[in-house]
């Protein structure tokens, strides 16, 4: 179902709900794969806040329990449709998801094809910002880890995930990528309730709030209109 974007707050950095920032992300990947372009991209921070992870998830014994008692502490539990691991939206979080159509030809190469194009201008642009120690790579200990986070100094800034579609009519695929970065606050508050959530379901592993980095951590003078000039590097 398509919905319209929010209004924007800064030239092109949104503000909705985690649901409706949710929603839009598949919005996007539906335009690239109807045809109506071949690079689109959407920012967006949280106005409210929800754990979000795999629909996988539902099938723990325990996790009606723990979705109650997460529920009462303020942290809703959404679903998203990419892979991986429970992460965090908060207010302290901005959002950047790119849709772009391709030809590749394996999947080994789609995903890596699709986590460098978003990946490294992110890169990029935090060098343009005078962020120092930028790199893609995973981080042990860090929660929702992978081969591509956005890295400063070997700590986890941006969890990255991806999502590929077959394009209407044609053998072109369309694939969304998406980064959380968290700006604003401590990220002890985001990886205890990860923390929580893994004890509740009675998994023993545990996350650590020092392999993650919050951005004003490196950059305190960061303004959200900074975010338009992180998209204008994305493929066009």
Known sequence: MNMPL?????????RMSVEDGLTSEQVLLEM????????L???WQPNDRALVMPRR?????????????LQQQGWPILFRP?????????PQVINVAVALRCRVSSAARHLEWGYRRFGDPWCTWLQSLGVAGAD?????????DGRFNVRI?????VGTAQRWRRVRGCRDMAVLVHGAM????SPAELVTVVNDFQAGIGEPLRFQAERHIALREVLPDFRGEMIDRLLARFPA
């Open 153 to 157: 100094a070997g700590r986890k800034l």
């Open 182 to 185: 968290q700006v604003e606050g």
């Open 82 to 90: 990419t892979g991986g691991e429970p992460v965090p939206q908060s």
């Open 57 to 69: 998830h539902e099938r723990i014994a325990a996790f009606p329990w723990v979705r109650q008692a």
């Open 41 to 43: 991209a959407l920012a």
């Open 32 to 39: 690239v794969c109807e045809g109506g372009g071949d690079a």
């Open 136 to 144: 893609l790579g995973p981080v042990s200990g860090a929660y929702c």
């Open 6 to 14: 929010a209004e924007p707050s800064t030239p092109l950095l949104r």
